[in-house]
């Protein structure tokens, strides 16, 4: 009697938490880790085309992947991008968030300001950029021009030599605001008091920086470094609407060249197996940086 | 500092500009004010390219999503981090699992499912694309404030006799507002925003904002920046007025995913 009463309790159990939780589970489990799975499925085929039935060829698309030239011509880009992307967003918005920080009036308003392109969409900041950069009528030649450095003006995202700084700016300018704000909320969390005792002992901005905030910001910087990270490996959407990879291939980045393969050209298997490579570099580059700054962390 | 903050959003500034400038006029004289403003730009939006549709429908799949995801994220979290469930802890890492899964790896086989339920290249399909891409950052971060909720409530509502379910939309959900704000802001934002995976999913078929702008700027070899501008502006408009009106929220619900 009572066993029966505890099993229709666990049965209206059970019956609550898949009302509560089966939506959730059936769309995230059926559009995200299915397609994630199937992916990784066909990364063992020679797939191409929709309609084409996929045949199974093994490791052969990760053998295939060690001797392709515009595979490692990418992952140098996407590499020089992420480094630029990585160091810009930890070191020069930290130093800009101190700089906030010390602000008495208007600070809000500042920060706002710095804050603003975050929330324009990617589409939106690189046409600015890329209306920047023209050759013809772009503002950063026009204003070369009227110091008269003709001599100066640029293609920039036409130019080889350029365009990936160009490209580096764009996510730097976008991206800006976000990392500042991270390290602010770091900041305000710092006790007054520590301040106070180092003007007391006589610490300059400088020592107050480096005995003080930059061991303090420390976990801030691990999350940081790790978020620009992602942003530099996954870096595809920019180059989408920018330079569309070229000139020639030298802007290809590890994502817009899968989406080369599996939406332009029909390889789908191969860009499901480059897909997975960098998803599990990304992986193991991410794990080894946060357990390096980790130990730095508890050093200090 | 202000200055700075100023040069900063110049190039902002600059698209404002030259929106109300004719294509010569902005070739000639990209950084000077316009000497004779004219919306023509602007009207050629509405009559040329026909941008009235597209925003309304970028702003219908807005709530869409949004209802989507209030409707089941929320709910989930609860599930997950407050009842006594077998596969509790199995599911609080399946959708953790989902925040380090990146859209170019989902992009093609997403592409060849959606072929095979017959819903290729609809509305419906990126409806589903987007509620399941924001369930994991969703739940997260309903997860993380879940926390700050006392138990006793529950056990109360259990007492008196209230169901699960019912329990969780009359006592808890009012709870979770905050948080309910920080979804609403930050993917609204995002879809609205968005062109890259509508562009993927739906094909140039997706009558969206920032689709149609795109397709309509990679229409021509020669751009029309008169025009170009004066989309970034109308598009970028609502936007900038809803942060303008609540800066701390919008900063704040952007970066709480990254906080916590």
């Given at each position: 009697?009572?066993?029966?009463?505890?099993?229709?309790?666990?049965?209206?159990?059970?019956?609550?938490?898949?009302?509560l939780?089966?939506?959730?589970?059936?769309?995230?489990?059926?559009?995200?880790?299915?397609?994630?799975?199937?992916?990784?499925?066909?990364?063992?085929?020679?797939?191409?085309?929709?309609?084409?039935?996929p045949?199974?060829?093994?490791?052969?698309?990760?053998?295939?992947?060690?001797?392709?030239?515009?595979?490692?011509?990418?992952?140098?880009?996407?590499?020089?991008?992420t480094?630029?992307?990585?160091?810009?967003?930890?070191?020069?918005?930290?130093?800009?968030?101190?700089i906030?920080?010390k602000?008495?009036?208007w600070?809000?308003?500042?920060?706002?300001?710095?804050?603003?392109?975050?929330?324009?969409?990617?589409?939106?900041?690189?046409?600015?950029f890329?209306?920047?950069?023209?050759?013809?009528?772009?503002?950063?030649?026009?204003?070369?021009?009227?110091?008269?450095?003709?001599a100066a003006?640029q293609?920039?995202?036409g130019?080889?030599?350029?365009?990936?700084?160009?490209?580096?700016?764009l996510?730097?300018?976008?991206?800006?605001?976000?990392?500042t704000?991270?390290?602010?909320?770091?900041?305000?969390?710092?006790?007054?008091?520590?301040?106070?005792?180092?003007?007391?002992?006589?610490?300059?901005?400088?020592?107050?920086?480096?005995?003080i905030?930059?061991?303090?910001?420390?976990?801030?910087?691990?999350?940081?470094s790790v978020l620009?990270?992602?942003?530099?490996?996954?870096?595809?959407?920019?180059?989408?609407?920018?330079?569309?990879?070229?000139?020639?291939?030298r802007?290809?980045?590890?994502?817009y060249?899968?989406?080369?393969?599996?939406?332009?050209n029909?390889?789908?298997?191969y860009?499901?197996?480059?897909?997975?490579?960098?998803?599990?570099?990304?992986?193991?580059?991410?794990?080894?940086?946060?357990?390096?700054?980790?130990?730095?962390?508890?050093?200090? | 500092?202000?200055?700075?903050?100023?040069?900063f959003?110049?190039?902002?500034?600059?698209?404002?500009?030259n929106?109300?400038?004719?294509?010569?006029?902005?070739?000639?004289?990209?950084l000077?004010?316009p000497?004779?403003?004219?919306?023509?730009?602007f009207?050629?939006?509405?009559?040329?390219?026909k941008?009235?549709?597209?925003?309304?429908?970028?702003f219908?799949?807005?709530?869409?999503?949004?209802?989507?995801?209030?409707?089941t994220?929320p709910?989930?979290?609860?599930?997950?981090?407050?009842?006594?469930m077998?596969?509790?802890?199995?599911?609080?890492?399946?959708?953790?699992?989902?925040?380090?899964?990146?859209?170019?790896?989902?992009?093609?086989?997403?592409?060849?499912?959606?072929?095979?339920?017959?819903?290729?290249?609809?509305?419906?399909?990126?409806?589903?694309?987007?509620?399941?891409?924001?369930?994991?950052?969703?739940?997260?971060?309903?997860?993380?404030?879940?926390?700050s909720?006392?138990?006793?409530?529950?056990?109360?509502?259990?007492?008196?006799?209230?169901?699960?379910?019912?329990?969780?939309?009359?006592?808890?959900?009012?709870?979770?507002?905050?948080?309910?704000?920080t979804?609403?802001?930050?993917?609204?934002?995002?879809?609205w925003?968005?062109?890259?995976?509508?562009?993927?999913?739906?094909?140039?078929?997706?009558?969206?904002?920032?689709?149609q702008?795109?397709?309509?700027?990679?229409?021509?070899?020669?751009?029309?920046?008169?025009h170009?501008?004066?989309?970034?502006?109308?598009?970028?408009?609502?936007?900038?007025?809803?942060?303008?009106?609540?800066?701390?929220?919008?900063?704040?619900?952007?970066?709480?995913?990254?906080?916590k």
């Amino acid at each position: 009697m009572r066993e029966k009463a505890l099993n229709t309790y666990t049965g209206r159990n059970a019956l609550a938490s898949l009302i509560l939780c089966g939506p959730a589970v059936l769309l995230y489990g059926g559009f995200i880790v299915l397609p994630a799975i199937l992916g990784f499925a066909y990364s063992l085929t020679n797939w191409t085309g929709w309609t084409a039935r996929p045949q199974y060829i093994g490791l052969e698309n990760f053998r295939d992947l060690w001797s392709d030239a515009r595979f490692s011509e990418a992952i140098r880009f996407t590499l020089l991008e992420t480094v630029l992307i990585v160091l810009f967003f930890t070191f020069v918005s930290m130093m800009l968030a101190v700089i906030l920080d010390k602000l008495r009036i208007w600070k809000g308003p500042i920060r706002g300001l710095f804050f603003y392109p975050y929330i324009l969409s990617i589409l939106v900041n690189a046409l600015l950029f890329q209306y920047m950069a023209n050759y013809r009528e772009g503002a950063v030649n026009t204003l070369l021009r009227a110091v008269g450095l003709n001599a100066a003006c640029q293609d920039w995202m036409g130019a080889a030599e350029w365009a990936p700084y160009f490209i580096f700016m764009l996510v730097a300018w976008s991206g800006l605001g976000f990392f500042t704000t991270l390290y602010l909320a770091n900041l305000q969390t710092i006790p007054t008091e520590l301040y106070e005792a180092a003007r007391i002992d006589g610490a300059g901005p400088f020592s107050v920086f480096r005995r003080i905030q930059f061991p303090m910001l420390l976990p801030t910087l691990t999350t940081t470094s790790v978020l620009a990270l992602i942003t530099g490996i996954n870096l595809f959407p920019q180059i989408v609407v920018t330079t569309q990879g070229g000139p020639g291939f030298r802007t290809f980045t590890i994502g817009y060249y899968i989406y080369y393969l599996g939406v332009l050209n029909n390889r789908q298997g191969y860009a499901a197996a480059v897909s997975f490579v960098t998803f599990a570099a990304l992986v193991i580059i991410a794990g080894i940086q946060v357990a390096l700054l980790r130990r730095r962390q508890v050093s200090l | 500092m202000l200055t700075a903050g100023i040069l900063f959003i110049s190039p902002c500034l600059l698209a404002v500009l030259n929106a109300f400038k004719t294509l010569p006029e902005i070739i000639q004289s990209p950084l000077a004010v316009p000497k004779h403003p004219t919306l023509d730009n602007f009207i050629y939006l509405f009559t040329g390219v026909k941008l009235a549709r597209p925003m309304a429908n970028s702003f219908m799949m807005c709530i869409a999503v949004i209802l989507s995801l209030i409707a089941t994220a929320p709910m989930a979290a609860f599930s997950v981090m407050r009842r006594p469930m077998a596969t509790g802890k199995f599911l609080q890492l399946f959708f953790l699992a989902g925040l380090t899964i990146p859209f170019q790896i989902i992009m093609v086989p997403l592409l060849q499912q959606f072929r095979l339920m017959g819903i290729q290249f609809t509305y419906f399909a990126l409806l589903v694309h987007y509620v399941s891409w924001g369930l994991p950052l969703c739940i997260f971060i309903y997860s993380g404030f879940m926390s700050s909720i006392p138990k006793e409530l529950e056990e109360a509502a259990a007492i008196d006799g209230c169901g699960p379910v019912s329990t969780f939309w009359r006592i808890i959900f009012p709870l979770l507002t905050p948080c309910t704000v920080t979804v609403v802001i930050f993917w609204g934002l995002w879809i609205w925003n968005d062109f890259m995976q509508a562009f993927i999913i739906m094909g140039p078929r997706s009558q969206l904002v920032f689709v149609q702008l795109w397709r309509f700027m990679s229409d021509k070899y020669v751009k029309n920046w008169n025009h170009i501008f004066a989309g970034v502006v109308v598009l970028s408009l609502p936007v900038t007025i809803l942060y303008l009106s609540m800066q701390r929220r919008f900063i704040k619900g952007l970066t709480a995913g990254a906080i916590k």
